[in-house]
């Protein structure tokens, strides 16, 4: 069980093109999703908090318009990398939190691999 | 804001032997956990600690959190080659599961 997925695995676009990542909890609802973005042999690090049927949260350096998410429902939320840039090209990893279950347990997704070109 | 430093940055060592790394933090926590990852995947949790002083196994991996709440390590003991990947510290303060990651420890293991 709490299985996280997302779509696509890995993803190559043209400079200045959007690209939209969708993270799904397979077997259970989760109010709060978390997108973090890393770089190869870097840490995770936290870009934004998106809660089900609320505006997300960005950490500070984040820019909201430029990284879009939206959590339409208990078990997808979506990042949108707006006109990208060579410089967004990263691994972006989201998690979902268990709703109900214990607070700390957040379950990632696969990743993934965005290159821009 | 927070932040975790975790040692060694990587550890080159032979299959059998055992492995220790650590992360210390400038500020306290309330929750101290510990992910493996593996290339190209997502962080799986290993271990988490609640409370001062806990120590915890789970198999060959035993974790604790620190008396002052601002350490916490994790040790693997009889290493094997699957063993191998980047390990991760977080910690957490709040209900709402947001975590502050540590830098990665990055283990190679000889068969």
């Known amino acids: 069980g709490a299985v996280v997925s997302q779509h696509p695995s890995w993803v190559i676009c043209k400079s200045g093109t959007s690209v939209k990542i969708e993270c799904r909890s397979l077997d259970f609802q989760a109010t709060t999703m978390f997108w973090y973005r890393q770089f190869p042999k870097q840490s995770l690090m936290l870009m934004a908090t998106s809660n089900e049927g609320s505006k997300a949260t960005y950490e500070q350096g984040v820019e909201k318009d430029k990284f879009l998410i939206n959590h339409a429902s208990l078990t997808l939320s979506t990042l949108t990398v707006t006109s990208a840039h060579p410089e967004d090209s990263s691994f972006y990893i989201c998690?979902?939190?268990?709703?109900?279950?214990?607070?700390?347990?957040?379950?990632f997704g696969p990743g993934t691999r965005l290159t821009v070109l | 804001g927070q932040q975790l430093n975790q040692s060694p940055q990587s550890m080159f060592i032979q299959e059998g032997e055992d492995v220790s790394m650590n992360c210390t933090s400038s500020?306290?926590?309330?929750?101290w956990l510990w992910y493996k990852q593996d290339p190209g995947e997502g962080p799986v949790l290993l271990i988490a600690?609640?409370?001062?002083?806990e120590l915890t196994s789970n198999g060959r991996l035993t974790a604790q959190f620190g008396i002052t709440r601002k350490d916490s390590f994790l040790n693997i003991s009889a290493s094997i080659p699957s063993d191998v990947g980047i390990y991760f510290c977080?910690?957490?303060?709040?209900?709402?599961?947001?975590?502050?990651f540590g830098d990665g420890t990055t283990l190679t293991v000889k068969p």
């Open positions: 998690s979902a939190v268990l709703a109900g279950g214990v607070v700390h347990e957040q379950f």
């Open positions: 977080a910690g957490q303060n709040t209900n709402a599961g947001k975590s502050t």
């Open positions: 600690l609640y409370k001062a002083g």
């Open positions: 500020s306290i926590f309330n929750t």
